[in-house]
């Protein structure tokens, strides 16, 4: 019920192309689908968020999709670049409620 | 840039020693966190913090202890470390506002021998 469920588990993707990460939830309580981004020797940091009210949340070449009915949410990296090689994290949270579930991370790596 | 600090950011010691993991944060959050981090892992809550005077033990079991007698400081103490206490240490805190967005620190690196 608490779990979130995130793949691939690592991710390597060419300069220019789309990377996608992919997180699935159970508890229908969740109500805030952040992401968050790793950088090696640094905590994590927000990247985008989405609340299910809407499908989709974009910022610059960042977009998050989300699927209300399938429980389900991916983070699209367009344009990637080697500069967005990281390790990337799903979450959930609810409102009110301040304990955010954390998936198993991606790592991703953009070659060159 | 958050301004969440963290000391020491890497820390070697022997089995048995007490230790205490430093965490600031200059925002006047209100509730802090310590999530313990293992490589290729999702982030585990091990202690959490409403406001001063305020601790509760997280989701994944924890033989660390924490306190918050001021605001902006929330250290977590080892008071025996063990080798299975090898890990990486996150804090994190977030305002009242936007409770759900989680500011992190750059982390503890901590190896026990």
């Known amino acids: 019920q608490q779990q979130v469920k995130q793949s691939p588990q690592s991710l390597i993707v060419q300069k220019g192309g789309i990377s996608i990460i992919n997180c699935a939830y159970e508890n229908t309580a969740f109500d805030y689908f952040p992401w968050y981004q790793q950088f090696p020797g640094k905590g994590p940091a927000l990247l985008i968020a989405i609340r299910p009210d809407v499908s989709e949340k974009k910022e610059g070449r960042f977009t998050i999709s989300f699927n209300k009915s399938a429980k389900q949410f991916s983070l699209h990296i367009m344009d990637s670049q080697p500069g967005d090689s990281a390790t990337y994290f799903c979450a959930a949270s609810n409102t009110g409620g301040f304990k955010t579930i954390f998936g198993a991370g991606t790592r991703l790596f953009v070659k060159a | 840039e958050a301004d969440i600090y963290q000391t020491p950011r890497y820390l070697v010691i022997g089995t048995g020693k007490k230790i205490t993991l430093e965490c600031s944060q200059t925002?006047?959050?209100?509730?802090m966190y310590w999530y313990q981090q293992d490589p290729g892992m999702e982030l585990h809550l091990i202690h959490y913090s409403y406001g001063v005077n305020s601790t509760e033990k997280g989701d994944l079991s924890s033989e660390s202890t924490v306190s918050r007698i001021r605001t902006e400081h929330f250290p977590l103490t080892l008071e025996s470390a063990r080798p299975s206490h090898t890990s990486q240490y996150l804090c994190a805190s977030s305002d009242d506002r936007h409770q759900e967005t989680q500011y992190f620190g750059p982390g503890t690196r901590l190896l026990v021998l």
């Open positions: 925002m006047g959050h209100d509730k």
